[in-house]
């Protein structure tokens, strides 16, 4: 679920939010559902909650809810609530419905009961995340996915594409500008598919149009493209736009043709080889993330070879990788899961250490630059500095900025100049 329009719902109906766990009476846990790992972090999640503030209601929102359907109920007696995505506008009534779910001052004021001990948690839990960034929004254009990717639980839970209606996009756009945001960020499961559910030809190009004319916004930034739907009129947009960024996340998944195919990938490794050039070549600062899904079935030592060549080879500028994780409900599932965890985390560990050495090493060139950044304020890391992100680290899954010295403010563009680089992150001054 957009955790913007979450909040914007339950602010609209009368509730405030605060992140601080002990105060609240109600919680929402908006859960990812895709992969068993994000099963098991959810449900830590949730069950970390409770444990902070067991009076609260709870109400769980979101895919899991969407995935496991009724079984949930028995399994999770913390929550009050569940809410699918389709749920989410009638939030605050299901909320109120749910009779005696939602602490009153009279509750408040009878004895508190012991609080049950905290059941057993399998993960580490992230910190619950802040619902607003300053500076930057994301903006979720379509719901579901058409493509029939083996592996990928995402069709069945989500089910097919469902494009948001333009007008509704670019009022939302209006508004985040209105708002303060400078950077906007197109997700959906396939960006490129945008419209195709409704039979419109480059309605993504059409979309971009309209959204980059919006006063205030500076930055558009286009996550989860699909390979094969990256065509010449998006690739001239994004050349000619002063505000479509050169940065582009495509996920490729593999460069094996034999591993592509069972993948139920539509291409062939060489068509991505051609992609990266001709992205390369149309956009000189192109900068171009992607992710590497290593030990699926049909991936024996030659494909990992050849996927591992291309890593060394191409230097693609941002590189996310994940080990594959069978799942029930998917087609790939009765292909087994041959190759063993330790076999698929060395894999992924040989890819991530070859991006990192030259990623590092691209980072410390920089040195010297002046870069455009937006910068969102106190780093959570110390109080001494603030963190921002440069136009080429998307929120949440690059590198960040630390800025060291001058002034700026917190929701803004600014130059700094680039003094140093650890890894993916960079150090700079305001100038
Ligand atoms: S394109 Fe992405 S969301 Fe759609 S089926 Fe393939 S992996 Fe899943």
């Known amino acids: 679920v957009d955790t913007e329009r979450l909040l914007s719902v339950m602010t609209s109906a009368g509730f405030s939010y605060s992140d601080d766990l002990s105060a609240v009476g109600l919680m929402i846990v908006n859960t990812c559902a895709f992969i068993e790992p994000a099963v098991a972090e959810s449900i830590d999640t949730i069950l970390d909650f409770k444990a902070e503030n067991p009076r609260a209601a709870l ?105 948001v209606d333009p007008n509704d996009l670019e009022n939302e756009v209006r508004f985040l500008a209105s708002a303060g945001v400078r950077e906007l960020v197109l997700v959906a499961q396939d960006l490129t598919s945008y419209g195709s559910d409704r039979r419109e030809k480059a309605a993504l190009v059409r979309l971009l149009d309209r959204i980059q004319r919006v006063d205030g916004i500076r930055w558009i930034r286009l996550m989860y493209l699909y390979p094969d739907g990256v065509k010449s009129d998006l690739i001239g947009m994004i050349r000619d736009s002063d505000k479509i960024l050169p940065y582009l996340d495509i996920p490729f998944q593999h460069v094996s043709d034999v591993v592509l195919k069972a993948m139920g990938r539509p291409w062939k490794g060489d068509r991505i080889r051609k992609l990266v050039e001709t992205l390369r070549a149309a956009i000189p600062a192109v900068v171009l993330r992607t992710t590497f899904m290593v030990g699926y079935p049909a991936e024996g030592e030659p494909e990992f070879h050849e996927l591992k060549d291309f890593v060394t080879a191409y230097r693609i500028d941002r590189v996310g990788v994940f080990s594959y994780s069978a799942e029930e409900c998917t087609r790939a599932y009765a292909l087994g899961d041959p190759v063993p965890a330790e076999v698929k985390e060395a894999r992924a560990e040989q890819l991530r250490s070859i991006h990192a050495s030259f990623i590092a090493a691209r980072n410390i060139e920089r040195i010297g630059s002046v870069e455009q950044a937006l910068v969102e304020g106190v780093s959570p890391e110390t109080e001494l500095l603030l963190q921002g992100r440069t136009w080429d680290q998307a929120p949440e899954v690059d590198g960040v900025l630390y800025i060291t010295a001058g002034k700026a403010v917190a929701g803004e563009i600014h130059s700094v100049r680039i003094t140093d680089a650890h890894g993916p992150d960079l150090f700079g001054e305001t100038v």
Do not use: N, W
Request: aromatic share 4%; hydrophobic share 35%; with cysteine.
């Open 59 to 163: 109400v769980v929102a979101g895919c899991l809810p969407l995935r496991y359907r009724q079984s949930l109920i028995e399994v999770l007696p913390e929550a009050d609530l569940f809410v699918t995505p389709d749920q989410i506008d009638h939030l605050p009534r299901l909320i109120l419905e749910k009779q005696g779910m939602v602490e009153t001052a009279e509750d408040r004021e009878r004895e508190v009961p012991p609080a049950e001990p905290p059941r057993e948690r399998s993960t580490i839990l992230p910190t619950p995340r802040t619902l607003t960034t300053p500076g930057y929004a994301y903006l979720k254009i379509a719901e579901g996915c058409s493509h029939a990717c083996r592996y990928c639980t995402i069709p069945s839970i989500r089910g097919p594409l469902a494009s």
